[in-house]
């Protein structure tokens, strides 16, 4: 069993296509993904380290892995055109893996690797847009070790230190043409980062939980990417023959998230997250490379992402001492202004439904299965501001997703 | 438990398959054709409208020529699908004959190169693809590999009263100078007319764009011609705008005689296409020692006020016999590249007068060119016909734009709109013209013909 899930994980591309606002992507437990992605006032387990470290504390010893798939469509139309193109995105496989381990009865340790952002988009080198655009991926690895301490029976805390790794790959047309063709640019770089992630959890009541959790920014540098171009033989003076390297900077931005736990009955779990994204950290898309790359030694792209708020709610029903049911919704909005649309992240307010399932095996075994739909707003930009592809995008998203939990 | 995740995982697996086939859809009208009937569509005009490119007629030109891709649109919204064109045999071009030293023959199109200019510096410059064939032979052997009547009636070097004229295309009419060549090909008798032949295919929508040759003509030859007198022609001179406008009113006339709807094209601005644009009228950059030498040479001819500076400097023009410098609106033709580069004209010696458009020769062109738009648009709005203000776009490709990550401008051979001619469409400048044509088209008759994908068409090839 253990095996087959690894060999998955193993297999996996370590990336989602960007399925919340911009190019987060929110799937970080599977049985908070059921409830709607709610989790920051609640005790969720192993995945606290990432819902909120305050909370960890009250966590049981374990260890959860869990994957979801996400089956991504975005439909492209050209402005006063009868022609839909779709993207044709590779299947998405963000995972979570969490280790918590109380040291004292007060204080507990955790490990979570999980991938909070990404994005893969895949649009070929025909489309109207392949000067923009052919194929873009980005991963981000979170890996985040956690303490929490429990200050009073009502008070937790907790701090935990992120290192991201990843890496972004670009492929764009180019739009010089010979005889064999367009001319094909490839960015490709490795990237890293910092950050961290704090939490305080109160319980004042028995039947009333409340959290405040605040996951900082975390700027991924390449440092030495490396840049290729294809181009005619008679224009190739103007583009470096070997290639050359790439500098560049993605901002992943800070959230803020105040979140409330209630339970009006013991078998029955609500809960509200508010959360507040600081995409207004995405200003540009710069590229500055080693060498002139047609006359310029950099390209540069606007993006002024605006801060955003996304709602969520969800709840969970024990139906027995071994299963629970789960459902929840949620209202993302876009931090993408208009005029700033681009193929990359053809973004707009997106609806999320959630349903899901736990089942306990054991007292020590249980699995979490969760399904979310996501449907973003129709939306037509004239992209005139990022040097984006201007149309209309229509994006959804079926994510399945399990996981599997051992406590002791 | 093993068995609970396999099934679940199924479960998942056969729900994701099932979504897969779950896309997204965009809201959009579907495609009309409005009030307009586009089952038979007939294109007329000049070389933009036959696909003449590159300096020349070829096949891959004409099968992206503007009315091809707008019959491939209104193919959309019931639009017939045969649109037919007198199509050149594959491999064969033929450019406007020109008077050689050994008599008439034919440009070949170009294409870019790399090889030693002039002067032996070595770079990218368009070139006649091969060898230039006999006149009128090439066109002999040159007959359309499509069979008639022809949906598109472009013909390269026609002015708005060519259209009307009995015997166009007669092979008779050659030596004169009353018939052309490139009609000659395809005209269904000796004694037709390009109207004649649009008209008898009973057209139910058409397209006019007719009238840039008749002011570019005087634009091409460097404003060298004098107004027309009784006495003395002057074929060069612009149509003079009453009869243009009767011309282009005979010929709409005949075409919506039998209810046709259609659209016309006004005429852009010609100055503003790479042919005038390329060379500045400051592009002579001299050293200090050759400015002093220059302006002493000039001085000794008694021209003491013809002088020269280090750095920039205008070039010299023989207007009317006198040299002089030029002033900045003025315009050097393309043609004169060699010359400035390597003959020391402009500069050691005067630029002939058919090189440069003077002001004056440009305040000629404008005034022609906004009277016969007048005429264009008043037309157009009488016969309840789209108005398609190509005046208006070319000032925005002459300002530059981006399209779909493209940049597009009036720069030669990098500006992806012109072709090596410097005055003709490249493929994709014709897609952006059907595209013009559509939005007008769309906006007159409540339509909604779908816009075509300009980036699937070719700009200049680079070797």
Redesign the interface.
Known sequence: ?KS?ILALLGSTLLTGTAMAGGYQVNLASQRQIGMGHTGTGLVTGTSSIFFNPGAMAQARNGVTIGAS?I?S????????????I?ADNPTGTPFQVYGVYGITDKLKAGLGVYTPFGSTVNWGNEW?????LNELSLKAIFVQPTLSYQVTEKLGIGAGFVYSTGGVNLK?SI?????EGEGRAELDGDASGFGYNLGIFFKPTEKLSLGLNYRSQVDMEVEEGTAEFD?????QSRFPANGTSFKAKLPLPSTLTLGIGFNPTEKLTLAVDISRVGWSAYEKLRFDYGADVNGSNFTENARNYEDVYIYRIGAEYNVTESLALRAGTYLDETPVQDGYLTPETPDSDSRGLSFGLG?S?NEN?S?D?S?LYINKK?RTDASNLS?G??G?Y???A?I???A?NYNF | ??N??YK??ML??F??TL??S???????P??TAGEANFSKYVALGNSLTAGFADGALYLEGQQSSYPSILAQQFA?VGGGTDFRQPLMPAGVSLGSPVIAATGAEVPQKRI?K?QADCAGVVG?APVEAGARAAYPAAFIGAAPTQQGPYNNMGVPGAKSFHLLAPGYGSPAGLANGTANPFFVRFATSPATSVIADAVAQNPTFFTLWIGNNDVLGYALAGGNADAPTAEKPSPNYPTAPAAFGQYIGALVQQLTAKGAKGALGNIPDVAKIPYFTTIPYNALVLTAEQATQLTAGYKAQGLGHITFTAGANAFVVLEDGMPRKMVAGELVLLPASDLVKCQGKGSMSPLGDEYVLSAAELAIIKQHTDAYNAAIKKIADDNGLAHADFNAYLNKVSGGF?L????YSSTFVSG?VFSLDGIHFTQRGAALAANEF??AI?AKYNA?V??V????Y??????
């Open positions: 069993m087959k798939a089956i469509k975005i439909a492209y139309q050209a402005p006063e055109s009868n022609n839909t779709m109207n847009g392949r000067f923009g764009r739009p010089l043409e010979g005889s181009v005619p033989a008679s224009v089942y095996i075994i699995i299965a399904f129709e040097g592809i201007g209309t229509k994006s959804i079926y399945p997703g399990v599997l | 438990m093993k609970f995740i679940s995982g998942a697996l729900a994701g979504l897969t779950c896309d997204p859809e965009i809201d959009a579907n495609p959309e870019l790399v990218l981006t779909n990550g493209v940049t992806n559509i939005g769309n909604r779908p816009k994908d300009e980036t699937q070719s700009t200049v090839v680079f070797p």
